[in-house]
């Protein structure tokens, strides 16, 4: 049926009030487990150093009865380095729009910096995880793609040098299996690491939810729900967790022991009032940091997966 003649409908009505909700939704993901699970330390100098040690080669020890004492070989210390990054966001918001009434924030310069607070954070994360050498024109942190050479499994390619500060060249592509992570975790334990972390991208973290392990899948049928994700994996050599990042290569895996890893901050984030020029207000958030491997060798990675 439709409406009786002359029945005042609210397409012609003017002046009717907008239903705008007052909340914003946002999709775009802000977690960062590279960031967030490194532990937080303090850099003095734009390039930061480190020293880390390794003990003799375990050899059998036995000695004559008597014999005069000799001293042991020495092993130095190794320095590592590098180089802290500038990372920043700029806001600037009308004095018009400062103003209004808008929905979903009270304040629109504090919503915008939020905003952007969390965008250099996704910014650091795919820094911290892709970058391979260290830069001085602008400043550029090595990341994990560069400290992680030492226990790896590859298809190819070139790894990267924390020592010779050379880059990172990708191999050719295969499938991702659970024979490659069982070889870098023997890799990192014979060197000495323990990882407790495997970090992969979002396909990567499917295919590993399907490994079969030595075990058999079970489901609750007691609640319906059928269990498909592996979210902790007992190997020989220890328990890791599976954390997915969306920010990482999505040919790359990594296995990090998480104690030997560090952010060092020489400016930690910090919110810098800039001079206005016209009528609007500006606002530039800044950090500057660098990744601190506290034991290359401690860490693995499974690089040139599909």
Sequence with gaps: MTAPTNTFLTTAAIGNREDLSDAIYRISPTATPTLSRAAKTKATNTLHEWQVQELAAAASNKQAEGDDASAKSVTPTVRLTNRTQISTKTVIVSGSQQAMNSAGRKDELA???ALASAEIKRDMETDLTQLDVTATSPRQSRGL????VDNV?????TLASYTGNTGYTAGTQRAFTEA??????QQCYTAGGEPDMIMLPPAAKQTFSSFSGNATRMDKSEDAKLYAAVDFYVSDFGTIEAVPNRFMASRDVFLLQSDKLAIAYLRPFFTKELAPTGDAEKREIIV????????PKAHGAVYDIL
Excluded at 145 to 148: E, F, P, Y
Excluded at 153 to 157: A, C, D, S, T, V
Excluded at 180 to 185: A, E, G, H, T, Y
């Design 111 to 113: 919503y915008q910096l």
């Design 145 to 148: 793609r560069g400290w992680v």
């Design 153 to 157: 499994n590859r298809n190819g390619g």
């Design 180 to 185: 490659q992570i069982k070889d870098v975790l």
């Design 288 to 295: 500057e940091y660098t990744l601190e491997c506290r034991a």
